[in-house]
């Protein structure tokens, strides 16, 4: 159980473009979904926050108008990347918690997103 | 501010051996430990979670969590080359109304075979 889908896998997009991941939690109802982004050999950043039904609480330092969040049901959460650019590019990764025992979170396989 | 804190490594195991991965965190008020695995290019993977003082096993791993020290740890029986991953370690708080987790910078281990 506790089975997280993301899509696309991997992206590449012009400089400009926005970009649409999908984060989907396939056996369990997902209360809570988080976004982090992951830069090469670096550590894990916390992006957002986002609870079904309501607006995503950002990170500091994370644009809430280039990074929106959309969690529209209990199974599904989407980030867009508008206007991207190359210092967008990174691992893209959401993590589903049922906020049930520890909460602990479980993540999806990632998004590798290029941007030229 | 939280904090959790790991030696980056590497560390090294012969195929076989035990692998000890050490975490500790600054804040008390911290309830639940996890430990992820995360192998290169991938996503992290829930290895096991502990919130009581003592161990907890599953199989291979065992984890070992003491609060008054504030140190969790991690036991990697009969390692494997599969095991050959960066561990991270991460702490929640969320009866305290924080449920974000607050990861370690990772450990990574290889296993020699």
């Known amino acids: 159980g506790a089975v997280v889908s993301q899509h696309p896998s991997r992206v590449i997009c012009k400089s400009g473009t926005s970009v649409k991941i999908e984060c989907r939690s396939l056996d369990f109802q997902a209360t809570t979904m988080f976004w982090y982004r992951q830069f090469p050999k670096q550590s894990l950043m916390l992006m957002a926050t986002s609870n079904e039904g309501s607006k995503a609480t950002y990170e500091q330092g994370v644009e809430k108008d280039k990074f929106l969040i959309n969690h529209a049901s209990l199974t599904l959460s989407t980030l867009t990347v508008t206007s991207a650019h190359p210092e967008d590019s990174s691992f893209y990764i959401c993590?589903?918690?049922?906020?049930?025992?520890?909460?602990?979170?479980?993540f999806g396989p990632g998004t590798r997103l290029t941007v030229t | 501010q939280k904090e959790v804190e790991q030696n980056s490594g590497p560390l090294s195991v012969p195929e076989g051996a035990i692998a000890s991965l050490n975490c500790t965190y600054s804040?008390?008020?911290?309830?639940?430990f996890f430990w992820y695995r995360q192998y290169s290019g991938k996503s992290p993977e829930l290895i096991m979670f502990i919130y009581s003082n003592g161990d907890k096993e599953d199989g291979r791993f065992t984890a070992q969590l003491n609060k008054a020290s504030q140190y969790v740890s991690l036991l990697i029986r009969d390692s494997q080359p599969s095991d050959s991953a960066t561990y991270l370690c991460?702490?929640?708080?969320?009866?305290?109304?924080?449920?974000?987790?607050?990861f370690g910078t990772g450990t990574r281990l290889t296993i020699i075979p």
């Open positions: 993590s589903a918690s049922h906020r049930q025992g520890a909460y602990e979170q479980y």
């Open positions: 991460a702490v929640n708080s969320p009866l305290l109304g924080d449920e974000k987790l607050t």
């Open positions: 804040d008390r008020g911290s309830q639940s």
